[in-house]
């Protein structure tokens, strides 16, 4: 596709429910990256993808938090149990290449998770 | 562990002035970024800055690199309404490749 799509863009969950939010990353793009961005606030790493490598996972917060990712395409980011603190936009990210020959990272809209 | 600090945190400029954001970081890298969000939008890069003495410009925006002092700087030149978005810094780490560090961001207000 043209741009990195996440979805859902907006999501309302109640405390104790498991959500999942779905990354399509670019075409082509062998690495890609989920972010926390909660209000007001910087973006915190998650989690990275490089092709067939073993995850980056750590700045998963809590073993709460997992990802998946199929190949060198769709990613899914499942928060089990939700707690309110999980309240925020759950920003992806892809790459043609990580590690050493980082490219830019193209950002996806977002999916603004909000946990009552 | 790799800390990214911006300054200022919050900038209000009247159109037509001219200012810097700040961002520096702790420890050895080699590569910095300067991305740009809207609000309620994701972010959108501006600058790859790969080497020492790196300079980027692109219209009224530019940015460097020092990594001797471990500092880049994003001048803003002759602000306009336009540019009012919020302004995040990533560095590279050179002994963690796989992930950027952000800034916590420069929320920049342009007025007339």
């Known amino acids: 596709g043209a741009g990195v799509s996440q979805s859902p863009s907006n999501k309302v969950t109640e405390k104790g429910k498991d959500v999942e939010l779905r990354c399509d990353p670019i075409?082509?793009?062998?690495?890609l990256y989920w972010y926390r961005q909660r209000l007001g606030q910087g973006l915190e790493f998650l989690i990275y993808f490089q092709g067939n490598s073993a995850p980056d996972k750590s700045g998963l917060p809590s073993d709460r938090f997992s990802a998946e990712r199929t190949g060198e395409s769709v990613s899914t980011l499942t928060i089990q149990r939700t707690q309110q603190e999980d309240s925020a936009v759950y920003l992806c990210a892809s790459s043609l290449a990580g590690g050493r020959t980082q490219e830019t990272q193209y950002f996806g809209p977002g999916t603004r998770l909000l946990v009552l | 562990e790799l800390k990214v600090e911006q300054n200022p945190l919050f900038l209000s400029m009247q159109e037509g002035k001219n200012y810097t954001i700040y961002c520096n970081y702790s420890?050895?890298?080699?590569?910095l970024y300067w991305y740009r969000q809207d609000p309620g939008k994701s972010l959108e890069s501006l600058f790859v800055?790969?080497?020492?003495?790196a300079v980027k410009q692109e219209g009224r925006l530019m940015a460097s690199l020092d990594t001797k002092a471990r500092l880049s700087t994003l001048h803003i030149t002759a602000a306009v309404h336009d540019l009012s978005a919020t302004y995040f810094c990533?560095?590279?780490?050179?002994?963690?490749?796989?992930?950027?560090?952000f800034g916590t961001g420069t929320r920049l207000q342009v007025f007339p």
């Open positions: 800055l790969l080497s020492n003495g």
């Open positions: 075409s082509g793009h062998t690495a």
């Open positions: 420890t050895t890298s080699d590569r």
């Open positions: 990533a560095v590279e780490s050179r002994y963690n490749t796989d992930k950027l560090i």
